[in-house]
């Protein structure tokens, strides 16, 4: 069993800073990829960042974080998306994921957290 845990969600001026953490806990080996999620109100989920756990260790983001946001993981098995420059349009719910990496490249997000919320104001 995996389960996936979000913190760190708050509300936050435009321009402000907030640093979102995901600690996974159960049997952690059955993922190497793991990525951050958002749901805004009446929109569809957005895919926001991706980082490896192994191998090249690689990370990509979305294009609504890139420049803004930074994804990383550290070895007690927590991940962190770490948001500067936050806009009203970050406002979301945000969703810690992981699974494993495919022959592909693609993570395949198995396993879920239940979400922390962003809210951001003028």
Not at 4 to 16: F, I, M, N, V, Y
Not at 29 to 34: G, V
Request: with cysteine.
């Amino acid at each position: 069993q995996v389960q996936l845990r979000e913190s760190g969600g708050d509300s936050a001026q435009t321009g402000g800073s907030l640093r979102l953490s995901c600690t996974g806990s159960g049997y952690t080996y059955n993922y190497n990829c793991m990525g951050w999620f958002r749901r805004a109100p009446g929109r569809e989920r957005e895919w926001v960042a991706r980082i490896d756990l192994d191998g090249d260790r690689s990370i990509a983001y979305g294009a609504s974080a890139a420049g803004r946001f930074t994804i990383s993981h550290d070895n007690a098995n927590t991940m962190y998306l770490q948001m500067n420059s936050l806009k009203p349009e970050d406002t979301a719910v945000y969703y810690c994921a992981a699974g494993p990496r495919m022959v592909t490249g693609n993570c395949r997000y198995a396993y879920w957290g239940q979400g922390t919320q962003v809210t951001v104001s003028s």
